[in-house]
């Protein structure tokens, strides 16, 4: 993409955006600016009760472990298999002087599976654990208090190759995580 064409966009973008904030806003007592820097797109800065401060958002999931149910004891068990995708939900904004907001992402990404002859069924021995390509989706809840957050998510998971002879193919699973962010642009 040219300079030109970077900055063509950019001025309409700006101009839409100004325009869809006058439209929502016509009786408002400050229209929204023109300016907005925030990646997620707004649903409605100026309306009332829940819709109030909630927007759409997204951005990059990762997901280093989860845990699954074990059938045979009724207990769980913590796997490895790392998820890396991309998430789209609702943001709302709790607080209008702090930064607390929750998100309900909906997530879909690749998973890297880890095989061993204690999770699947294949016909072959497997002498060392053994990582296939899958894919992941999944939904939740994370919580933002300034800079730190808490997520919990819940999805299902799809083994390429092996199908159904890996044990844990479509069944549910959860994650939870905890988060710190260093670096933060001002707002």
Known sequence: MTVQ?????????????????????????????AN?????????????GFWKNLHVTGGQLTLPFKIRPKAETQSFRLTT???VGAYI?????????KR??????FAAGLTFVNLNSGNTTLDTKL???EVVPGITWCFGAILQLE????????GQDYASEVGN???????MWWSFGVGFTFARKNE
């Not at 064409?5 to 229209?31: C, G, H, M, W």
């Not at 002879?165 to 069944?171: A, D, I, P, T, V």
Request: charge should be negative.
């Open 165 to 171: 002879q890996w044990e844990h193919h479509g069944q």
């Open 127 to 129: 002498d060392e654990a």
């Open 36 to 48: 907005n820097t925030d990646s997620s797109v707004r649903l409605s800065d100026v309306g009332r």
């Open 100 to 105: 607390h907001s929750i998100t309900i992402p």
């Open 81 to 83: 298999d790392v998820t």
């Open 5 to 33: 064409n970077y900055v063509f966009t950019l001025l309409i973008a700006t101009s839409l955006r100004t325009a869809t904030a006058q439209e929502a806003a016509p009786d408002s007592e400050a229209p929204l600016p």
């Open 147 to 154: 800079q730190y957050s808490i997520g919990l998510m819940f």
């Open 89 to 97: 939900g609702l943001s709302k904004r709790l607080s209008e002087k």
